[in-house]
């Protein structure tokens, strides 16, 4: 995992954002031991914005504990400084294992200006915090090197010391079809439909010229796709929202990318038995959520539901998400969202992610919105109405885009869909590393 300051932004300064951003990629190393380097040229904290950067838990100061526990882990980190890292940003680091600086960087809590405000003093920055002092004088660096490019090849000859450097990638294989294909496969137009299994043919190991893809319970609960597979030489488990009608043994006709009560129950035993094999999880998201109603309710919808849930939650396996299409309401939880432990999440251009769908919130809100105008003695003509349905409707489509979630942080990379194979090739080489050590068990199931 590489952590990089871009000095040519405001000097490198932590605004909220940049918190955000570091604390999940440390997550991401923390959850699959990967080690860790920070390329450092940072001024510090931006401060006109210090009460949104400095304070909180998920803050600044949640970086350095992170940088602490990490080490305390054995997970290796080092740091290049490769500018000036100026006040708390300083911290950062001298808490990793091994500290690289270039000549002409900078490390102090505060610069010649500030010391000379505060103390009186006249100091030049070589003497406060220059590379060769640091080496020399108060050796709080490991190695100093005379440019940007010596570091880098100081930081990769260092890092291929390390024993998880020799860790052999498997073979990486070919897919039974063409990633281009999922451009003729798949469809997001309102009442169309698709099969999953050819999106899943296009990213897993061909065996014998066919998707290396063993279907879990193929008859059964069939509005989910749950199956073992390979992908890039990796083992791993796929659970896809079907999004094509079915029929379940009961002749009941199913709607694509819902989640009924048997798929629910499905998914819930094929969890649980990828983290008996101790392989990954894959979720290919393209659903509206659970199924609603009468016979859905009886039929213990709810129940069904919690125990996918829990034992999604409680996994111990890494847990890789893409989302395809829409990744709606409580739909998206049990597909595993953000909040339950992601390993990394990916997903296409095209994609959506919201509560509920545009037309449905619109709905909603606008008449939400009626009604306190009519309590407040408001008359709404037609015109009026339409023009608030227009703005709900525009706005809830703007949060829906999964544009507006990753300039959030809210998935962690967008990916072209013809090249999502090689990205979760990289995600599942990246757990090579990932402690299975931990027992995997589940609280009260509603069985």
Known sequence: MIIANDATVKAGAFFPMTCKKIIRAQTIAMMARLPLIYLVDSAGVFLPLQEDVFPDTDDFGRI?????????EGIPQIAAIMG??????????????????????????????????????????????????????????????????????????????????????PSAGESSRPGADVYTVFTDKQGSQ???????????????????????????????ICGYSTIGGH???IVANQKQLSRSGKGQVQMGGVIYDDSADKAARFIMDCNQRKIP?????????????????????????????????????????????GSYGAGNYAMCGRAFDQFIAFAWPNAKCAVMGANQATGVLAMIEEKARE??????????????????????????????????????????????????????RATATWDYSRPFKTGILQT
């Not at 350095?64 to 305390?72: E, G, H, L, P, Q």
């Not at 091994?98 to 505060?110: D, F, K, N, Q, V």
């Not at 003497?127 to 050796?139: K, P, Q």
């Open 64 to 72: 350095f504990r992170n940088n602490a526990v990490i080490s305390a």
């Open 84 to 169: 000036f890292c100026v006040a708390g940003g300083g911290y950062l680091p001298v808490l990793c294992d091994t500290l690289l600086m270039t000549e002409g960087s900078g490390l102090y809590l505060a610069g010649p200006a500030l010391v000379k405000a505060a103390i009186g003093q006249s100091v030049t920055d070589e003497d406060l915090g220059g590379a060769r002092m640091h080496a020399g004088i108060s050796g709080t660096i490991d190695f100093r090197e005379k440019d940007d490019p010596s570091c880098i090849v100081r930081v990769r000859s260092l890092m291929a010391k390390y024993p998880a450097a020799s860790i052999p990638a």
């Open 194 to 224: 698709y099969d999953v299994r050819n999106i899943i043919g296009c990213i897993v190991d061909a065996k014998q010229g066919q998707p290396d893809f063993d279907e879990y319970k193929a008859e059964y609960g069939q509005s989910l």
């Open 235 to 237: 083992a791993c488990g």
């Open 281 to 325: 999880l894959i979720f290919l998201h393209d659903t509206t959520g659970f199924m609603v109603g009468k016979e859905s309710e009886q039929g213990g919808i709810i129940r069904a539901g919690a125990k996918m849930v829990n034992a999604m939650a409680n996994c111990i396996v890494p847990k890789i998400v893409v989302i395809l299409g």
């Open 375 to 428: 309590r407040r003695g408001e008359t709404i003509d037609p015109d009026s109405k339409n023009q608030i349905l227009a703005a709900v409707h525009a706005g809830y489509t703007e949060q829906a885009d999964i544009r507006h979630a990753a300039a959030r942080g809210w998935v962690d990379r967008l990916i072209e869909p013809h090249k999502t194979r090689e990205n979760l090739v990289a995600a599942l």
